[in-house]
């Protein structure tokens, strides 16, 4: 998988040249074939022209490692120079791609004028990789170099891990000259002595398969880190969520909406690292998935800009996700990319005794709200039931939240009722049934504004006296209340299939048996259909067409 990294390296550069100190995942004495050893056993003898020109071999993947290269070769690659120091380092040989951030430590003391030392931490990656993917690898990279420079300054760190990697490094290779069968990695006598190597092999491993690093340098400064990419794919395996996917979505939030935690909250606040924020923790204190944004943000005394940052963090972890707050008016499908397990079943049959996922599941092979789920003369035990079953739907993305759209959409039978409406067309009077060329624009739909549909050298005025005449055809006998809401919520652009129903609600403050009335009476025109929110389909592999 092109997410996963083939192996992370550490050189570095000083006055007494360029070093490779640690790489992992390493191959012992690197698979190097015996009759392509560069390394020559007399100083004394002479090489060859024809074996100087071959080529240099290329790195290639080897059963996830990285194997082709010396490290000779990969420290004078990494080891830039100072100009390139403190920006993005991205080198692609072959089928791999390196991915760095060169870090330049300036001398510790005033006469230490030339003892300037520039470090690399390298992941090597799939040529293919995604830009977000490199992107991720650059950042961590530069936090870790950030790490180190800071744990430098405070207590001259990295110097000490560098000397033990350093005189381990030469201890092996004097070895290896005395003893040429000798079968010795100096990188497994590294981990033994590092924590800087060890904590790099923690890395390595953490991001190939939780993709979350949460480790402290040093045991002092804390590094923590997200690869979204991996950690969005727990009910999904190949299902790639990039930071970009996760950035429209929060720019979609509103007020409105909702928040769903994919862990316990007590489970979430006992991961929280130490200087978690405060906000934070309220938040999750505060959470119901019955409440919105909005609510959430009052109950735990946060601005709602605080509760759009913190949401934003939690979805980003894959700690929660987006939804609009359960009520029985909510709509329900089963996912277009649900994946139903063994495991999952054993674990829903295990929080709900007695009940069959399969058979939960197949009830919302329709769209089907809570409402149609609830019976009017059920204790409120059994309602709690059947969020909860929701709820745990909802986290495994097993379900789908529909909502209505609605579209203007101006019938045959509302167009005839304009044959008493007159214009003037080119300084001559036609009506508007008796022009072809003249049509009601439902998108740019308004009662006084100029026709959108008519040729761009004409002109038609529709006297304001007569515009009501439009809706004459159902208007009558209904309140002029509902013809006036009507045509706000039209004027304003909500009847144009871009929002939803509990959008309008929020916006206009309006009750929604007052929407279902107007969509009632105005059936004629108004055309609804049922698709899901953009702010929380990102998260699903195939989205239904709108």
């Not at 924590?195 to 939780?210: C, E, G, M, P, V």
């Amino acid at each position: 998988m092109e997410i996963n990294p083939l192996s992370i390296i550490l050189v570095k550069s000083d006055s007494k040249g360029d070093r490779m100190l640690f790489r992992y995942p390493h191959v012992r004495n690197h698979q190097r074939d015996p009759n392509q050893c560069l390394r020559r056993k007399n100083p004394y003898s002479m090489i060859i022209a024809e074996d100087s020109l071959q080529p240099l071999p290329f790195p290639n993947q080897t059963h996830g490692n990285l194997t082709g290269l010396s490290d000779e070769v990969l420290s004078t690659l990494f080891a830039v120079k100072p100009e390139l120091c403190e920006t993005k380092f991205e080198l692609k040989v072959n089928e791999v791609r390196f991915v760095g951030h060169p870090t330049l430590l300036p001398s510790r003391g005033p006469k230490e004028v030339n003892s300037s030392m520039l470090f690399n931490v390298v992941f090597a990656l799939q040529a293919q990789a995604s830009h977000s993917v490199v992107r991720c690898y650059y950042d961590l990279s530069k936090r870790l170099g950030i790490a180190l420079r800071h744990e430098e300054k405070r207590c001259g760190f990295l110097s000490e891990e560098i000397k033990t990697m350093v005189s381990t490094l030469d201890e092996v290779a004097a070895r290896s000259e005395e003893e040429s069968d000798l079968e010795e990695s100096p990188y497994e006598t590294i981990l033994q002595k590092s924590s800087l190597a060890r904590d790099l092999k923690s890395i390595f491993n953490s991001l190939s398969t939780s993709g979350i690093i949460n480790i402290m340098i040093d045991k002092w400064i804390q590094v923590s880190f997200c690869l979204p990419q991996k950690v969005h794919q727990t009910h999904k395996k190949g299902f790639v969520v990039d930071p970009e996917i996760i950035d429209r979505c929060l720019d979609s939030l509103r007020p409105y909406h909702g928040l769903l935690l994919l862990t316990e909250p007590m489970d979430l606040l006992d991961s929280l690292p130490t200087d978690h924020s405060p906000a934070l923790c309220r938040l999750i204190q505060m959470y119901n998935p019955l409440k919105s944004l909005q609510t959430l943000s009052a109950d735990s005394d946060l601005t709602l800009a605080q509760v759009f940052q913190l949401t934003g963090h939690l979805v980003y972890w894959a700690k929660a996700t987006i939804i609009y707050p359960l009520c029985e008016s909510n709509v329900y499908v089963v996912s277009p990319d649900a994946v139903l397990t063994n495991c999952m079943l054993e674990a829903f049959s295990e929080q709900f005794t007695g009940m069959c996922l399969l058979q939960v599941i197949s009830e919302f092979s329709l769209p089907t709200s809570i409402s149609q789920k609830l019976n009017p003369l059920s204790q409120p035990q059994q309602q709690t039931h059947l969020v909860k079953i929701i709820i745990w739907l909802l986290k495994n993305h097993l379900l789908l939240q529909l909502h209505t759209y609605v579209q203007y959409m101006p019938t045959v039978h509302g167009r005839s009722s304009l044959k008493n409406i007159g214009g003037t067309v080119n300084g001559t009077n036609v009506l508007l049934e008796d022009s072809p060329n003249v049509t009601l624009d439902d998108g740019t739909w308004s009662l006084n504004d100029t026709l959108k549909g008519t040729p761009h050298d004409s002109k038609v005025d529709i006297s304001s006296d007569k515009t009501d005449e439009i809706y004459s055809f159902q208007t009558d006998g209904y309140p002029s209340d509902d013809v006036i809401l009507l045509e706000k919520l039209c004027r304003m652009g909500y009847f144009k299939g871009g929002h939803h129903l509990e959008e309008i609600m929020y916006l206009e403050n309006i009750r929604r048996s007052q929407l279902l009335q107007i969509l009632d009476k105005f059936r004629d025109v108004l055309i609804t259909c049922e698709s899901e929110d953009p702010a929380m389909a990102m998260f699903y592999s195939r989205q239904a067409p709108r």
